[in-house]
């Protein structure tokens, strides 16, 4: 068993070419380990000093995330907060202030399982990874990272550096909303992200939606924005809930049946579509959503 | 009575310890040459053992001792004595212990276990209470009749049974107006402790010491005895700081496993158990329940009659739950006023997990099926139901449903408190309600001793058999002592937890803590007391009537000029005959059950000082989705006189919370073949802190003689009864029908306004 922590990404991606698994925040790794899910790699390389994964920083054409960069970052984070509230509202979904402290958007998109909170956001903000190894650097979409539960097209050399986000349009919004039975410590039974833009009369020009846990990865639901366009945002609802269901694939387990996750999946829609269209038209939702508007008749 | 005002401030000594990190608990501390202890568990819920070798383990490099049940004496344990302390021939659940391995380190008892050959041949494996009843069943104890097991009644797979017959049920029946009847299922559930248990064991000579996170030292020494066959006095259980309770760690565990194992390998050994091991291992889970209640009413209200029928899920092995069916018993006739009842309830062998006590066994259960049923009784006649309760519910001076005539209690005044501390009439949205259940609980009388001692410079130390598992009734001894000698709470310190080191006691079970322990407290400080005032007496010369014991001092009465500190005397009493008191008191005798025929009695009909509580929640409902959110709570409770207000309103809402949790999320999943499938705390969802609501409690402080110091009643267990009925309550208003399952998951509400399940 070796460990060593990276000073430099040269070091690091030179660890991982020699075949060192790496470790972020570690609250999938070293959990997922003791749970007895997957032994610990034996060779570790840490990258969670990285100065350079750390970094939010703007970018010409948007907005570029560090891999490090933590959920409690995120969803504090002004520009993430106003612009790209859907991944603000994951964010604060995830497990308690200390997972939410240590653990990272890379691990959280690395890991890759279906029911990550991140996933769907990034996916309708039409997020691509940058992914680096000493053979170079390249982006991927995400529906291209994503292969099956806990699984991605990343070679094992390659870290992902840094999420890039595009900027958004002129109003839009978008929202994250997650069935939950309790508060906190929680994971997603399902989850859906949305992201809606209108147009000057307030009907729907464009949107799209995305879901967690009913798929073996994070899935983008077909032909929503040809569902909402020229829409009134009130009255789309039962049709994403509907298109949305149709999409899905659940399966049963003891977290939920999939008859009800694919009842549920419509419903976290439904409202996600509905909080996006409320921010894209300038009211102020607060972060998370799930709180704001009582999801799990939270309020 | 003058109880110390300064208790409403009082800060528990072991607080510090454990907020700052500095307190220690079992996996805390380590002995040189310590080895690490592993189980091999049977994994299979039921099979005969064809083949267990451990030869090969023994060779393992790193490996000192392997043992199984050829290696201790065939002793069978159990309050039915239906065990041993590993497999023997037949495994009946998947956390039986086949062998137990001591090693350098955890990865070479880990190859040890694995080296350990153990063959079996599955047999059907026993999950369904009705069909393990049913003519033909599979056994799972082919040898049951030859167990030993005082006063307690069986049958096969019947591990125990109760009934209650009074008066004639078949007239009331037929008084009645309205006939209801309702069929309610509860899923298991367990105690969860913060702190997965830990043992370690070190012999000296022929004298063993081990420290366990044991709820009951006395109960854990004595299992070690009986099944090592080894006097008391050479036996010394000490427990650290324990991480909680909840009942789990109630009993005796792996104390002698881990004794057993440091024996044979001559140097001291530790278990810490992971938490599956926590969920999967201890014989002592909250029991799953069939219950089956019909009530007779009359269109005034007035009940004529109650038949019911109660099965609960004993699992593989009977631990201490040989008396849940006539708690159970009770508890699915309430504090009602019936006179013709006939109750059976059975405890039935499975090949799951023993249940064992888990704080208020058999009540929140048997409880929230009672009064989601008491919701229905008054819904046929369209009364309120919180009238309906008002109406039926038992007062002082009226007869309960065993027989039992009450003294002055406080039900009532609980049920007022409750309903009005919530707003009961408030306006309330379309997705909102409120539900109300009131709940019972007695009192058990039992044997307990403490020490108390003052030494030179006038500072008291309390050596006491009882055990602080968290709920602080070990903290509030020294406010007794304290108000005996007329000093400060903080002039004692404790020595507790230790079998050696102070007299017995039934250890933190059955909130008996203060109510006996308490009173051996109050007795060895009186003893004191005695002492102080011939001293101060022949100082102040006076008569030792006439002294006074306050503010730290003795004083003539009427004269507080005429005084002498505690701490001079002290330092007399010093240079003589010391200031030494010993205390254990006659516990309180059980009132008499009148008119109640009672087969498989446990002495439980009768209750000394019950509890009585009302709980109110409000609660907010997703149609969409079934998700219950509970948004406010009042818990109003009768426990008697309240001795230490901030421990005891812990206690009411750590009950609560965990009542929620009861109601709506947690619950063990059984595979077909009896395993657990959510033995870890990703899918065993306690509630947590966010999820809290405000929680307002209200104590009816009704000064009760005969039961607990300075006219107190205890408080552990009373608030984890009536939450869950009361969110059914809630729910049942909103949806329609009762959920009839428990916990009411939020798939489960969804399904009944589906139009599926629901009572
Ligand atoms: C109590 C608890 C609650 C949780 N609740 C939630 C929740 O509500 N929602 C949710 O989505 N998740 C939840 N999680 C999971 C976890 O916290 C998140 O997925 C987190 O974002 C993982 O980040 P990390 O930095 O800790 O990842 P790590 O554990 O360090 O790594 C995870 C995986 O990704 C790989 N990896 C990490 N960084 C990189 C990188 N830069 N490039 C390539 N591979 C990489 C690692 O090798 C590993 O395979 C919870 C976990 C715990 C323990």
Redesign the interface.
Known sequence: MSFMIAGSLEEALTALAAGARPVAGGTDLVVGARQGKAPLPTSLVAIDRLAELTQIEPTDGGIRIGASVTHARLLTDPTIVSDYTALADAAALVGSPSTRNVGTLGGNVMNASPAMDTGAPLMVLGAVAEVQSERGSRTVDLSDLWTGPGQTSAKVDELCVAIDLPSRPARSGSAYVRLEYRRAMEIAVVGAAASVTLADDGTISDGSVALSAVAPTIIEVDGVAELMAGHLPDAVGAAIAAAVAEAAEPISDLRASDSYRRHTVGVMAARAVDAAARRAAGEEISVPVNRAIGVGASR | MPLLTESKHFIRPDGPDKVTGSGRYVADISLTGMLTAKFLYAGVSHARITRLDISAARQVPGVFAVLTQEDVPERRFGSVADRTLFAKDVVRFEGEVIAAVAAVDAEAAQQGLDAVVFEYEPLPAVTDLEAAIADGAQLVHEGWADYEAADVERDGNIASFTSMIRGDVEAGMAEADHVVSSRYVSDASQPAPIEPRGVLAQWEGDRVTIWSSTQVPFQARDGVCETLDLPTNRVRVIVPHMGGGFGGKCGFHYEAHVAALARAARRPVRLVFSR?EEFIAPDRRREGMIIEITTGLRNDGTLTARRARVLLDNGAYSSDASFFPHMAAMQTLGPYKIDNIHVEASSIYTNRQPSGSVRAPTAPQACWALESHTDELAAAIGMDPVAFRQQNCVDTGETGVAGQVYDEIGLQDCIREAVSAIDYSQELDE?EAIGVAVGWWPSFPGPSGAFVKIDSDGKGVITTGAQECGTGSVMTLPILAAVELGMEPEDFELVYQDTSAAPYDEGATGSQTILNNGRATVEAAQQIAVQLKSLAAEKLEASPDDIVLADGKAHVAGSPELAVSIADLAGVAAEGEMLLGKGSGTPPEYPSAVGVDCIGDRGLSGWVGPQFSCHAVK????R??G???VLDVSAAHDSGVIINPIGASGQVEGGVLMGIGQA??ERT?YSEDGAQ??P????Y?L?????APPIRVHFVEIFTPGVGPHGSKPIAEAPNVATAAAISNAITKLVGRPVAQLPM???RV??LMQGRGGG
């Open positions: 599956q997705n609660i907010r409902l997703d969409e989705t998700v219950v959110r709506l999320t999943v499938e959510n870890a705390f990703l899918d969802k509630q947590t802190i966010a999820d998951t939020a798939e969804w399904g």
